[in-house]
Each structure stands twice: as C-alpha cells, then as structure tokens.
C-alpha cells in the first residue's frame, strides 16, 4: 500500500531540499566541463574532439563554451527560482 503524505509543508521543503542539491551539482560540473574544454583548447585541440568527447556536435561545442573560453569565466547555471506563491499550493 502506498505512503499516504498527510505533511504537504514537509514534502515541499524536502523536494526544494533536492532541487537546490541538483542545482549545486548542476553549478560545479559546469565549472569542471569549461576547465577542461579550456584547458584543452589551450592545448590545441579542435572543437570537433572536444564536442565529441562531450556527446555534441563541433557548431554544439563551439556554440557553448567559445566565448567562455575566451572570456576566461564559465557559463554557470543559475539557481533555480523558487516557485510563484501561486505554485506553492497544497500537494495533492
């Protein structure tokens, strides 16, 4: 039989919990992909290798990290909002 949720306020703050832990996750990888995408395009690799070593296209790679890399700065991800007041009604 399945757990019936009767703390609608406990669930809410324990999937928020999670979703800002993906988001952290979700920052720090971005930050080690552009390292090694600049790090070896320093060292002269195409596009075309990193793009596939990523499981993207040389135009998909290129498009993500170029400016970056010559910016010297990752692209990170910014954290997820918190939902509108009006999302935030009870779970069913």
Do not use: C
């Amino acid at each position: 039989m399945a757990e019936v949720v009767t703390d609608n306020e406990a669930a809410r703050t324990e999937l928020r919990a999670l979703a800002e832990r993906r988001a952290t996750v979700e920052r720090r990888l971005a930050v080690r992909e552009f390292e090694a995408v600049a790090r070896y395009r320093r060292l002269g690799v195409p596009w075309g290798v990193i793009g596939a070593g990523l499981g993207m296209t040389k135009q998909s790679a290129h498009e993500r990290w170029a400016a970056s890399v010559r910016a010297g700065r990752p692209p990170i991800p910014e954290p997820p909002a918190s939902p509108p007041v009006a999302e935030q009604g009870a779970l069913p």
